[in-house]
């Protein structure tokens, strides 16, 4: 596609229930990025796939974030029991198979845990 | 890990100043990117820049590599350029691959 393409735009939950963010990446980029925005805050790294490679889950904040990415491309994060403090905004990006490389973010999905 | 500064944290401008927005950063750097994040939560891609000059219309933007630092210039500020504009780094020198973003600096362009 044009751009990095994230679903759902918003997402309502309740407490304790598991969620499915999706991302789709921009066509021929290899590298995918997972980040998370609370409220006023910046940017904290969760999760990065390059290929075949195993992913970086180094910034997964506990063992109720998973995240996949499938046949090179789209890729879905998972939040499983959902607290309120995963409330926060979850941005994906992309970026050509080289280092360094420009990269891009979708427009991000909204999570509200209630 | 690499740890990135950006200053000033706030800054008020009334349309049609000029401003200077700074990233310092603690290691030498692969790729630095600046972006602006819009009202919507849109980050919008700026400049990819890991050294050298780049201009793009009213924005230009500085990194000298070897001092660790970044300047992002925005002259005749307008009400759009409202927002919050980030810096994020990349080093090859850890095992991490992705961009790490400082705390951003929170931008409002008065009429």
């Known amino acids: 596609g044009a751009g990095v393409s994230q679903s759902p735009s918003n997402k309502v939950t309740e407490k304790g229930k598991d969620v499915e963010l999706r991302c789709d990446p921009i066509s021929g980029h290899t590298a995918l990025y997972w980040y998370r925005q609370s409220l006023g805050q910046g940017l904290e790294f969760l999760i990065y796939?390059?290929?075949?490679?195993?992913?970086?889950k180094s910034g997964l904040p506990s063992d109720r974030f998973s995240a996949e990415r499938t046949g090179g491309s789209v890729s879905t994060l998972t939040i499983q029991r959902t607290q309120q403090e995963d409330s926060a905004v979850y941005l994906c990006?992309?970026?050509?198979?080289?280092?360094?490389?420009?990269?891009?973010f979708g427009q991000g999905t909204r999570l509200t845990v209630v | 890990g690499i740890q990135v500064e950006q200053s000033p944290p706030d800054l008020i401008l009334q349309e049609g100043a000029n401003s200077t927005l700074r990233c310092n950063f603690s290691d030498s750097v692969n790729n630095l990117q600046w972006f602006h994040q819009n009202p919507w939560g849109q980050l919008i891609n700026l400049f990819y820049?890991?050294?050298g000059t780049k201009q793009n219309g009213r924005l230009s933007a500085t990194t000298v590599a070897t001092e660790r630092y970044s300047l992002l210039y925005i002259s005749s500020s307008q009400t759009t350029d409202s927002g919050v504009y980030f810096c994020a780094v990349l080093t090859l020198d850890t095992g991490r691959r992705a961009l790490t973003f400082g705390s951003g600096t929170r931008l409002q362009v008065q009429p």
């Open positions: 820049i890991p050294s």
């Open positions: 990006a992309s970026s050509l198979n080289r280092n360094p490389s420009e990269a891009f």
């Open positions: 796939f390059q290929g075949n490679s195993a992913p970086d």
